[in-house]
């Protein structure tokens, strides 16, 4: 099996994926950044956005709604099950998810030939290999049985079932084909279209995701396993709903063709409902354990404020709307988006293994907008980072990356900075193997910034906000 090794890890790169998680859509400031805005924070009482009707009702809290982020829809990388990735992804574990913020990919070496070459042999192996690359090849001997055929064109199949190994991998001429891995505690299936729309699922081990990516643009996306439960489903037209029935949650967003979309939230002691209809009006109650707080707004501009505890009750007028932060402070309309597709799978007979890992981090999750400084709810991300590189024992890169709001020159010093800022937490976790920093700016995007149509991409700039820490295998 020693002499197929190379073989298999190189099939296992057949697959190139981006990654996807937390933060909106990248805004531009007077200084052209590229980056996301989280917010501001919660007034305690409106002053004078919404003029208030009537004073009897005392003092009209603002309260703050947390819209949580729906990640756009994007696959998971299976180039990484050669030794060195293997070894990242299970450093990183549970945060090498789509809606974490992390993502573990393979980086393809530069092409040295490409031909299949089984040197060696034995009474149990056959091979006939041709000039051009094609052939078969076949090893029943001891406990392997492996089948490999290549055509001419690089399509072909392959096939390992020896031991508890059950792996098959079909390629077509039009780059459409199946993966399936159900061998031992695996149980991972792909199906890639000539379109570029399929079907991906892993139900291995404790593990049970499911992504499908339609010909029309939309998808969906499942994971509930272990104690996760999160369900994303995306239409063609951007509208879709997101549920996280996780531990300890109960949240569900839906937003809707016509611009209207609402979020629920009855997690723990939670009891959370927001409406927001495409002409401005809406609804807001929070009926927490120590809470009693409704807001109406209708088409008008007309409100009326309601607080249950205090047993008061406010009229007011504004010309936003509920989302006129002297009303509510809430994050903007939930954007569902397909930021993938699948890529046509590779010729076998230019297959080449992993030569680096690649740790990718949202950049919205490390940083705040237009900052350089880590945020502390990175921390479980750079300690998992910083473990993975520990173990590897090698040096390292770590490149900084904006999207192409702003100017190149500021883009540039950003991602320069970024990329120092999470070298130095790196070192103060505990990491002492050499580290190279790079910025590239937008130069080197993961996912187009403009759709087809030439509009702004959001979940495209999301996906080129980030760090990479680059690992030698």
């Known amino acids: 099996m020693r002499r197929q090794a190379a073989v298999l890890v190189s099939m296992l790169g057949f697959?190139?994926?981006?990654?996807?998680?937390?933060?909106?859509?990248?805004?531009?400031?007077?200084?052209?950044?590229?980056?996301?805005?989280?917010?501001?924070?919660?007034?305690s009482a409106a002053t004078s956005g919404a003029t208030d009707d009537?004073?009897?009702?005392?003092?009209?809290?603002?309260p703050r709604v947390d819209v949580p982020f729906v990640p756009p829809i994007v696959l998971p990388d299976v180039s990484v099950l050669g030794t060195g990735g293997a070894q990242v992804e299970q450093s990183v574990g549970d945060l090498a998810s789509p809606t974490?913020?992390?993502?573990?990919?393979?980086?393809?070496?530069?092409?040295?030939?490409?031909s299949l070459d089984y040197q060696g042999g034995d009474d149990d192996s056959f091979f006939d290999i041709a000039t051009d690359g094609s052939g078969t090849y076949s090893d029943v001997g001891g406990?392997?049985?492996?089948?490999?055929?290549?055509?001419?064109?690089?399509?072909?199949?392959?096939?390992?079932?020896?031991?508890?190994?059950?792996?098959?991998?079909?390629?077509?001429p039009d780059g459409s084909g199946t993966y399936s891995d159900v061998g031992g505690d695996r149980n991972l299936s792909i199906v890639v279209e000539p379109d570029g729309s399929g079907?991906?699922?892993?139900?291995?081990?404790?593990?049970?995701?499911?992504?499908?990516?339609l010909p029309d643009g939309s998808g969906s996306y499942s994971d509930t396993g272990g104690?996760?439960?999160?369900?994303?489903?995306?239409?063609?037209?951007?509208?879709?709903?997101?549920?996280?029935?996780?531990?300890?949650?109960?949240?569900?967003?839906?937003?809707?063709?016509?611009?209207?979309?609402?979020?629920?939230?009855?997690?723990?002691?939670?009891?959370?409902?927001?409406?927001?209809?495409?002409?401005?009006?809406?609804?807001?109650?929070?009926?927490?354990?120590?809470?009693?707080?409704?807001?109406?707004?209708?088409?008008?501009?007309?409100?009326?404020y309601v607080d249950g505890e205090a047993g008061t009750s406010s009229t007011f007028t504004t010309e936003i709307g509920i989302l006129d932060p002297e009303v509510l402070i809430a994050g903007p309309r939930p954007v569902f988006a397909v930021a993938d597709r699948f890529?046509?799978?590779?010729?076998?007979?230019?297959?080449q293994p992993p030569c680096a890992t690649v740790i990718r981090m949202d950049g919205d999750v490390l940083f705040?907008?237009?900052?350089d400084q880590l945020r502390p709810e990175a921390a479980p991300v750079v300690e998992a980072v910083a473990k993975a590189v520990i173990e590897s024992g090698k040096p390292i890169e770590v490149h900084g990356h904006t999207d192409s709001k702003g100017s190149d020159d500021y883009n540039q010093d950003l991602s320069q900075r970024r990329a120092e800022s999470f070298k130095a937490a790196l070192v103060a976790q505990g990491v002492t193997s050499e580290i190279t920093t790079t910025g590239f700016g937008e130069t080197r995007p993961a996912a187009p910034n403009e759709k087809a149509d030439g509009t702004d991409d959001p979940a495209g700039r999301q996906l080129n906000r980030r760090v990479e820490v680059v690992i030698p295998e």
């Open 15 to 43: 697959l190139a994926a981006c990654s996807g998680t937390t933060s909106a859509g990248e805004a531009t400031g007077a200084t052209g950044a590229g980056d996301a805005s989280a917010g501001s924070p919660a007034p």
């Open 54 to 62: 009537s004073s009897a009702g005392g003092e009209r809290i603002v």
């Open 100 to 114: 974490s913020g992390i993502d573990v990919v393979g980086a393809a070496c530069a092409a040295d030939g490409g």
């Open 143 to 172: 406990d392997e049985n492996v089948s490999v055929v290549v055509e001419p064109d690089g399509s072909g199949t392959y096939s390992d079932v020896g031991g508890d190994r059950n792996l098959s991998i079909v390629v077509e």
């Open 199 to 213: 079907t991906y699922s892993d139900a291995g081990g404790d593990r049970n995701l499911s992504i499908a990516i």
């Open 227 to 304: 104690d996760r439960n999160l369900g994303i489903d995306v239409l063609a037209d951007g509208s879709g709903t997101f549920t996280d029935l996780g531990t300890d949650k109960n949240v569900t967003v839906t937003a809707l063709p016509d611009g209207s979309w609402s979020i629920t939230d009855v997690s723990l002691d939670k009891n959370l409902s927001l409406t927001v209809l495409a002409d401005g009006s809406g609804t807001f109650t929070d009926n927490g354990p120590d809470t009693s707080l409704s807001i109406d707004v209708d088409s008008n501009g007309q409100g009326t």
């Open 343 to 351: 890529p046509p799978l590779d010729r076998l007979g230019k297959l």
């Open 368 to 371: 705040d907008f237009d900052s």
